[in-house]
């Protein structure tokens, strides 16, 4: 295994943590939990823009200057021995599976939540 691979995955775990370490306090303060689920007519911050959504567009600009200097790389000719294409390439994958699986979780959550607030008027129309 190349030296880029093995420093992209120290920065996955850098940048877990920093995530974890954002996203755990912010649920259990502000996610209302009942029997173990979601009450999403008490939740509101799936009905607003917050600090995950934020580091998530963080993250989505990081990961397109991560592809573009890969295709820079890859057009100068670099190969997969190349440390950076190692790098640049570990780093593309593992943040596009993040982003795009939390733009779903966030689209269905949101989703509930607008059911869960404005259900009621909207089956009465």
């Given at each position: 295994m190349g030296i880029g691979f093995i420093v992209s995955?120290?920065?996955v775990g850098v940048w877990t943590i920093i995530i974890l370490g954002i996203t755990i306090p912010m649920n259990?303060?502000?996610v209302v939990r009942e029997n173990g689920?979601?009450?999403y007519k008490k939740t509101t911050?799936?009905?607003r823009w917050n600090v995950f959504d934020t580091l998530t567009l963080v993250l989505a600009i990081y990961t397109i200057l991560c592809v573009q200097?890969?295709?820079m790389?890859?057009?100068f000719s670099q190969t997969i021995e190349n440390p950076y294409v190692q790098f640049f390439t570990n780093q593309s994958q593992a943040w596009v599976i993040v982003i795009v699986a939390y733009l779903v979780s966030r689209v269905s959550m949101t989703?509930?939540?607008?059911k869960a607030h404005w259900g009621d008027e909207l089956?009465?129309?």
């Open positions: 995955f120290i920065v259990k303060k502000y689920k979601i009450n911050i799936y009905l200097a890969l295709n790389l890859l057009s989703l509930k939540s607008i089956d009465d129309k």
